[in-house]
């Protein structure tokens, strides 16, 4: 259930929710062990997947540019009529990006360590699993970054 | 010990404890049941052949897979016993046929490694 793009999450009451402490000090810390490399053969965007607003922003950053090395985009297949009928997945298309319906960065095997040496991408979650499931390196940066280091 | 049932079934085994959580996706190599996440308090271990006790799950939802993968490769635990019940453990376990337990937090504290017991998930006691 937890691994389909499909289902809603529920919570029931009014229970707190798990307080942890984590400081400044300590995202740049786990941000610098998980950044094994300058650069990516390739990027992926996703994991989790991207919902309709993120598309959104990514389609508008986009304008006017392209990426200038292979991009994966991960979606749930439920905004794939919508994002078509907004206009995003056109825009994304043009600028190079793929965009990947219900499947998933980690997992699937598009990110196969035989091909690929090290992966560009915005998600901690993404850059965690690539290196501990898809043995690869990983160029974590912001999407911002991204956008202007890798695309023209 | 009373415990709380999630996946029924019986078995007996050694105990072995973590102080950790567990990440069965990023953590556990599938194929051997060892756990690789240098950061873990088991780390080199294998949980195979165990009755494995550990305070919850977390990380990849996929980890219930990793499960069901290794029993598949006989290298599953013969049991868990948990403080509480993540969705990832909960649903690893009854896809797998792993018997799964939840205990309170100061029975956890009481728990020895390597000590053998008899895990009953289906009366809800440990011997």
Do not use: W
């Amino acid at each position: 259930m937890g691994t389909s793009g499909a289902c809603g999450m529920f919570t029931f009451g009014e229970e707190e929710g798990e307080k942890i402490d984590f400081d400044k000090n300590e995202m740049q810390k786990i941000h610098d062990e998980l950044n094994t490399s300058e650069k990516g053969d390739l990027i992926t965007l996703g994991s989790p997947q991207l919902g309709i607003e993120e598309i959104g922003d990514l389609a508008s950053m986009l304008k006017g540019r392209s990426f200038q090395k292979r991009c994966m985009i991960f979606c749930p297949r439920a905004i794939q009529g919508q994002i078509r009928d907004l206009g995003y997945s056109k825009e994304i298309e043009r600028a190079g990006g793929e965009i990947l319906y219900d499947c998933c960065t980690c997992l699937s095997p598009l990110v196969d360590n035989k091909e690929v040496d090290s992966v560009v991408t915005n998600s901690v979650k993404g850059a965690y699993y690539l290196k501990s499931s898809n043995k690869v390196d990983v160029n974590l940066k912001s999407l911002k970054r991204i956008v202007e280091e890798e695309t023209r | 010990m009373n415990v709380k049932v999630i996946v029924r079934g019986k078995t007996k085994g050694p105990l072995l404890v973590a102080k950790n959580p567990i990440n069965f996706l990023g953590g556990i190599d599938k194929k051997t049941g060892i756990v690789h996440d240098k950061k873990h308090d088991l780390f080199g271990k294998s949980i195979g052949d165990k009755i494995l006790a550990f305070p919850f799950g977390i990380g990849s939802s996929v980890g219930a897979y990793t499960l069901y993968s290794l029993k598949y490769n006989k290298c599953a635990p013969l049991a868990m016993i948990c403080i509480k019940a993540d969705l990832t453990t909960a649903s690893g376990c009854a896809i797998s046929n792993i018997p799964l337990v939840v205990v309170s937090k100061d029975d956890y504290d009481l728990l020895q490694e390597n000590k053998e017991i008899t895990l009953d998930a289906v009366e809800g006691k440990i011997l």
